[in-house]
């Protein structure tokens, strides 16, 4: 059974940075493409961030230059650094752990960015 846990969402002023980890038993994550997505009000659920099994890495348009994805398998954990968050960056971040066709995806954690 493949099991998340996420952290690190709150509440942040615009300008603030916060830290997401993601831990994930029940597969062996270096197997796994690790990515970070967020679903706003009446929004569909978009990529912030993605790292691949090999270290290739990509971020959604918004996020560049702001945002920073790492991963550490000895830990199962995958982390997400948002820095000069803005309202825009609002949502439920979700972690999801991908590998031939297989998908899943962590509860969620909200992220709130506001003065």
């Known amino acids: 059974q493949v099991q998340f846990k996420e952290s690190g969402g709150g509440l942040v002023q615009p300008g603030a940075s916060l830290d997401l980890s993601c831990t994930v038993s029940g597969i062996f994550l270096n197997l796994y493409a690790m990515g970070w997505y967020r679903q706003a009000p009446g929004a569909q659920r978009e990529l912030v961030a993605l790292?691949?099994?090999?270290?290739?890495?990509t971020y959604g348009d918004s996020v560049k230059g702001r945002f920073a994805i790492s991963r550490d398998n000895a830990k199962n954990t995958v982390y997400l650094q948002m820095n000069s968050l803005e309202p825009e960056d609002t949502g439920v971040y979700y972690c999801r752990a991908g590998a031939d066709g297989s998908y899943y995806w962590g509860q969620g954690t909200q992220v709130t960015v506001s003065s």
């Open positions: 790292i691949a099994s090999g270290g290739t890495i």
